[in-house]
């Protein structure tokens, strides 16, 4: 006797690909396109009725401009798959959904709280900055921790709370290098950002309701900031109108031979970035036309980037040059500078004063919907 399998069920590693495979099949059936930017996201246009469905394994996000039309689509599920309607938006994966006359507000209060909980620390005092500034975690010489389980499950925690805190990008970038074996003073360190997170844990990113919806980039690089490699840090942050929409602190894969390379390398990767935002904009039915400004605070990798003579400095980068060089002739991309006082990536590259830090936060579109005025 055998078993002949007529569906796919929980605990399979085919279940996922057969279910996403299904629920595709579903919806081009009923019109959606499936976005070569996102293949988790599908977009419906049909006359003047705008449908997306955002997917993530079998929890959809379902929005659009008719509320009629929305209701015909979950009625179309509901005749294709067992599936519960939970109603206008909320609560999604960790992420607090909280909606006023200015915009949509995002944040993880609970899971922050969570992670304070779970450290010991709803007593303690807040701290002002997330990292320490001028910190040497990479040069640290003191005694291994015992459980490092615990130290990889914070900043794991942590990882997963970036995605509506900006702020905690560098910090956790720094962090979450040492997994491996993580010393005392790396989870000192750690407890310092949950310390921070005390005094504000529903600080989130508020997508407001008037933005003009023109994409704005900022770049920014620390030359040769790790002791170890000696690799550079790049730091980006995409606001779409007022609006945070994107933000990364990476190591660069090679090691820069300048200030000028290093800076202009973040240049390479924030082009990548902004020609993917964009693209992904215009399956939402969003055109950019114009050239997306580009700041950056470097002047010699803005010449680098207008100049097209090749010499000793420049021609082992040839092919960023050329990459950005031809984004910037394509219309793509509008480099500019900024002076390194408003440069609002800074803060994805280094550990600030608490002065500095505080003035770039409060410039990035962040808020705390839960301050008492």
């Not at 009725?49 to 929005?63: E, Q, R, S």
């Not at 909980?117 to 900055?129: I, Q, S, V």
């Not at 992904?280 to 680098?304: E, R, T, V």
Request: proline content about 4%.
């Amino acid at each position: 006797m055998v078993c002949k399998l007529n569906k796919s069920l929980y605990g399979l590693k085919q279940a996922p690909r057969c279910w996403f495979a299904k629920l595709c099949h579903a919806l081009k059936t009923y019109g959606f396109t499936q976005s070569l930017s996102d293949y988790s996201l599908f977009v419906l246009h049909r006359d003047v009725i705008h449908i997306v469905v955002l997917i993530y394994v079998d929890d959809l996000i379902v929005a659009g401009n008719d509320h009629a039309a929305i209701g015909q689509f979950k009625t179309y599920l509901h005749s294709c798959f067992h599936m519960k309607d939970l109603g206008p938006l909320k609560y999604f994966l960790g992420v607090e959904v909280a909606r006023s006359v200015t915009g949509i507000f995002l944040c993880q209060r609970k899971y922050a709280l969570e992670i304070i909980n779970e450290a010991g620390l709803l007593g303690a005092k807040p701290a002002p900055t997330p990292l320490e500034q001028n910190h040497h975690l990479a040069l640290t010489t003191g005694q291994p921790l015992s459980n490092p389980e615990q130290y990889r499950r914070l900043v794991g925690r942590l990882i997963y709370l970036c995605f509506t805190r900006p702020e905690l990008s560098y910090c956790v970038h720094i962090l979450s290098q040492f997994m491996q074996n993580p010393q005392q003073d790396h989870w000192n360190a750690t407890l310092r950002v949950v310390r921070y997170l005390k005094g504000n844990p529903g600080q989130g990113i508020v997508l407001r309701k008037d933005s003009d919806l023109t994409l704005y980039g900022w770049c920014d690089s620390d030359w040769a900031t790790c002791p170890l490699t000696r690799r550079s840090l790049t730091g980006w942050f995409v606001l779409l109108g007022n609006s945070p929409i994107s933000w990364k602190t990476k190591k660069q894969h090679t090691v820069s031979r300048s200030s000028a390379e290093a800076e202009y390398r973040s240049m390479a990767t924030t082009t990548c970035e902004l020609k993917w935002v964009k693209s992904l904009l215009h399956c939402l039915g969003l055109s950019h036309s114009q050239p997306i400004m580009l700041y950056c605070d470097s002047q010699a990798a803005l010449h680098i980037a207008k100049n097209p003579v090749f010499h000793e400095c420049t021609k082992h980068i040839e092919v960023d040059c050329h990459f950005v060089r031809n984004a910037i002739l394509n219309g793509i991309i509008r480099p500019s500078y900024v002076s390194t006082h408003v440069q609002l990536a800074d803060i994805f590259t280094k550990a600030l004063g608490r002065s500095h830090f505080h003035s770039l936060l409060s410039k990035l579109g962040i808020q705390n919907l839960h301050t008492p005025t």
